[in-house]
């Protein structure tokens, strides 16, 4: 089936040192987005991929960075951890708008999400 | 800036009755999705239901309905027979439609609702 797969599912870090999240597609979208979840709170946009051009929400922090090396994978970097960054992280797909003129719907399908711990 | 209110952090409802969750949101655009994304504990979010703006007619599926009120930026989801597998959070989420903005594709989340079915 074609899903959105998040790797690995349960990451422990200490403080400080750097992480990267994992996040694949099988369903060859042209979108991708980065949230961050904290405990029972709503999905926050760190930023988002349009195939290759990348699109930082002005809140998101400078220790957030992200790489779309290919269509299928985007991953997601936490230069230096803090104990504030602990949360859970979901990756989204969608196809793109452009091709389309730019009207119509395009549905978000959401990974299972990285519990992200740092110690 | 669209904002997105749930005023319910905690709902519950005995299974096979009904239960109405509520939404309101801010936002000066005329032309917009509505959705409500249902994340069950340690599980994926999924879309439940999606509602466009322009469109005068409440979206179904099946026991799931909306009530969009467009004045009164209003949303909610009404859950019909309700079952186990509906406790989950609910999240109620805005999108723009405008796709000359620079938030078009961008969800912005309510803060959830959680929905207890008891037996």
């Known amino acids: 089936d074609a899903m959105v797969i998040q790797n690995p599912r349960y990451q422990v870090t200490q403080f400080g040192k750097p992480v990267t999240l994992s996040c694949s597609q099988t369903?060859?979208?042209?979108?991708m987005y980065w949230y961050q979840q904290k405990s029972s709170q709503a999905p926050k946009l760190l930023f988002h991929y349009y195939d290759k051009d990348f699109n930082n929400e002005a809140d998101t922090p400078d220790n957030f960075q992200s790489r779309r090396p290919n269509t299928s994978f985007c991953f997601l970097d936490i230069r230096s951890p803090g104990l504030g960054d602990a949360a859970m992280y979901l990756c989204a797909t969608s196809r793109g708008w452009r091709a389309a003129g730019g009207r119509g719907y395009n549905e978000q399908f959401f990974g299972p999400g990285t519990r992200l711990t740092v110690l | 800036a669209q904002t997105v209110t749930q005023s319910q952090p905690e709902m519950s409802v005995q299974e096979a009755e009904t239960v109405t969750l509520s939404c309101t949101y801010d936002t000066s655009e005329s032309d917009y999705y509505l959705f409500w994304y249902k994340q069950p504990p340690s599980r994926q979010m999924i879309l439940v239901i999606r509602q466009e703006a322009y469109k005068q007619q409440n979206a179904t599926e099946n026991r799931f309905s909306v009530n969009f009120q467009k004045a009164a930026k209003s949303f909610s989801l009404k859950i019909s027979d309700s079952q186990l597998g509906d406790a989950a959070m609910y999240f109620c989420?805005?999108?723009?439609?405008?796709?000359?903005?620079?938030?078009?594709?961008?969800?912005?989340f309510g803060q959830g609702t959680i929905l207890t079915v008891h037996p």
């Open positions: 989420a805005y999108r723009s439609a405008d796709a000359g903005g620079t938030s078009y594709g961008k969800l912005t």
């Open positions: 369903l060859n979208h042209n979108v």
